[in-house]
């Protein structure tokens, strides 16, 4: 078949970037990246394309795409010149301007004719152009998109000049059976993709074909579907556990690193000492999942199995034997520095490591522990009085003892059982159940997807525990800016949000704010008082409207619903998102857009009037019906309508709101608002002020797009 030929199909493309292990905190992410950057490259090319997949290991990053069009169509471009009365003469001829812009664009002057633009009449031309060829615009395009994956850290390795987060050893580029003429850090594009490291040679690859890549490289030794290591690891993961006579623990995490730390996943079991088991069930497994991304194994009756199951990346028996006894090693020294923390740690009350918090500095500038923890107390105090005053004693001590864990061993040793031991360490000091289980979860949410705390007194001290961390930051300047969060601070909102609404605490935000700042000894602070407030409360309405419009994990809002509501208020935030959820509603029904279009042109003429929220509405100077029918009608709404608000009937209060259409389109036909008469001018407005304050409570209509 000859290259011409060629140029007229599709065919399937193949990138695989072969190197050292990549952590496998970074692999899937780059992986993810080199696809999506070469199906935008494609796309803006205008190349047409079939299925696009992403795979690799730790030691290749593969993007894999069917049926990309080996060239661009042609296309016939219209080329805009200098303007017509420039470019022509009386008698239509071109003029010098005209002859060298033909001759600048490569065009027969002769096929020069005059373009009707809506900035007047310009000379014009059309030109053919050839489509370029897919594999001269990817070996142009490659080494920037290889060069511009997400890697937090790139260096430069032995004699290779391009930085990589690894070095280099190969590439692959193929489209169809062509090798892609490409170079990237040093190592020219060919055919041969790396084997198993320990268990196979270099793999020849002829073309493209997604089954024959795959199937070669399992030859190889090397699984590269991530999603089919995954599911080998843990299929063979959890038969290993029955076999010891339990269940596996489940683990999403540490088997998502797996995957990534493999090739060719062989799962095995270990054992350690049963006498590590007499230390907490948490503890142990933080440990072996922490240290050496081991499995942990439950019995039947529910308490955890002196067995691991390991995950090796060989086949030999005495490989597999020496990985499980080298795990089985590290494991036994961690456990026994975890015991001799765990007991050392309980020698006295969890209470008696509080004092040894003013020696750990928090935030430059905010002092100790201790002192965040004395502000914590005052917020939990004030929170709790709000919401939960039942348990407030309950709440005022989990809130002292909730950052005491930070000073034992086992915490500096182990940062993950953080809140987790304190829980442990509280029981065995006596606490009630009910302040361990505060401090045990008083850092969730710590991610999405994450519980919310169960208990009022956990979900108290958490709320304190991130507004905390969020005023303190917001008031040193150290606030999140593009992608960089580093103190975790959009977390904590969202974590701040999640909580207020699946507990339906209906308190004010920027009550709880302020009280916030008020905790602070505002000494060192570069932003203080009402300006951190309003600072605060600004980066809480980003986090709510990124909450309602583009989290993926919960109900999804337009955006110009979300504007509307959060114009309309924020600070009671469960009632933000039953209101986002009554317009979302509403805006399905055929009546609502009239409904709005009326209420959004009562707004903008106040808006537009600046007829103030103070406007008194004078009924003596009402000299029309509809004066009068508008403003019966709004007052008498006025009382049902707060006793709606206050239910939390948002449907019900859009429905009453409803009623006053007829009424506002007859003020509308039959008033003039802007009467030459000040005072009937005045009036009118502050009727309109009046009738918009009510539907004001719900969402600002005039966000809404028709």
Known sequence: MSDATKDLESQALLIELGCEEVPASIAPRAAKALLDGLVRLLDAAGLSHGEARWLGTPRRLTAHIEAVQVRQPDRVDELVGPPARVAFDTDGNPTRAALGFARGQGVDPSGLYVLETPKGDYAAAKKSVSGERADVLLAAALPDLLRNLPMPKRMKWGRQAEPFI???????????DRVIDVEFAGVRAGRDAAGHRFLGGPVPLLTADYALYVALLRVAHVMVDPAERRA?????????????????????????????????????????????????????????????????????????????????????????????????????ARLSDARFFYDVDRSKPLADFVAKLDGRIYLQGLGSTLAKVARLEALADHLAAEVCPDHATTTRRAAHLCKADLATQMVVEFTALQGQIGADYARCAGESDAVADAIAEHYQPRFAGDAVPATAPGAVVAIADKLDAIVSCFG??????????????????????????????????????????????DGDLITRGDALIEQVLAFFEGRLKHWLSENQSSQLYAADTVEAVLAAGFDDVPAVFDRAAALATARRGDTFLPLAAAFKRVANLVKKADAGPDARVDEALFELDAERGLYSAATALSGGLDAQLSDGDWDGALSALATLKPEVDRFFDDVMVMHEDPALRRNRLALLQHTAQLFARIADFSRIQA
Not at 168 to 175: D, F, G, K, N
Not at 508 to 515: E, M, T
């Open 232 to 332: 080998v690891i843990l299929a063979a993961a959890e038969t290993l556990a029955a076999e010891a006579g339990g269940t596996l623990v489940d683990d999403p995490v540490t088997l998502d690193v797996v995957t990534w730390l493999v090739e060719w996943p062989f799962p095995l079991l270990g054992t350690f000492s049963a006498a590590f088991l007499e230390i907490p069930d948490e503890v142990t497994i933080i440990t072996l999942r922490e240290h050496q991304k081991l499995f942990t194994i439950r019995g039947a009756d529910g308490k955890l199995l002196n067995r691991f199951v390991a995950v090796a990346n060989t086949l030999s028996e005495q490989s597999r034997a020496v990985v499980a006894e080298g795990n089985a090693r590290v494991v036994s």
């Open 166 to 176: 690894r070095p280099v050893h190969s590439l692959v580029a193929i489209l169809g």
């Open 476 to 521: 040193l300047g150290l606030i999140p800016s593009g992608s960089q969060d580093p103190y975790a601070l959009r977390r904590s909102a969202l974590g701040i949000v999640q909580i207020l609404v699946a507990k339906g605490w209906r308190i004010s935000l920027s009550g709880l704010i302020a009280a916030a700042v008020e905790a602070i000894d």
